[in-house]
């Protein structure tokens, strides 16, 4: 069964395919966003909330609080792929900013900044 279909095979009361929520978009535009990437919305978000479409208003209530891209995929029923192209929408508007893991060095550990900076926060405890 697929993740996104309830109990019944139905897609959750959603009428619209998934597809067409980002009009055929496969790809966020902007920067690279990693799936544990957060979210949080903008002062400029919260104000212009209830013009948004209905996805985009939801995507923008769940940014109130911090939130992770794979939460907001898990709240629309939708998937990861989707959310990203989405959140990606919002925030190129200035709805939403997106706040991405620090980069990974080549081996695929954190960088020693990140790692000097943890060891800084350490020792102040």
């Not at 209905?54 to 029923?77: D, M």
């Amino acid at each position: 069964m697929d993740d996104h279909l309830g109990p019944d095979g139905s897609a959750g009361g959603r009428v619209v395919p998934v597809y067409a929520l980002t009009r055929g978009r496969t790809r966020s535009s902007g920067r690279d966003m990693p799936i544990e990437s957060l979210v949080s919305v903008t002062e400029h978000g919260q104000r212009s909330v209830a013009s948004l479409d209905i996805e985009y208003r939801r995507i923008v209530e769940l940014g109130r609080r911090v939130v992770s891209l794979v939460e907001i995929a898990f709240a629309l029923r939708v998937p990861v792929g989707v959310a990203r192209v989405l959140v990606s929408d919002l925030a190129g508007c200035g709805h939403l900013v997106i706040h991405a893991p620090p980069p990974l060095e080549a081996n695929g550990g954190p960088s020693q900044e990140l790692l000097g900076r943890l060891l800084d926060g350490l020792r102040a405890r």
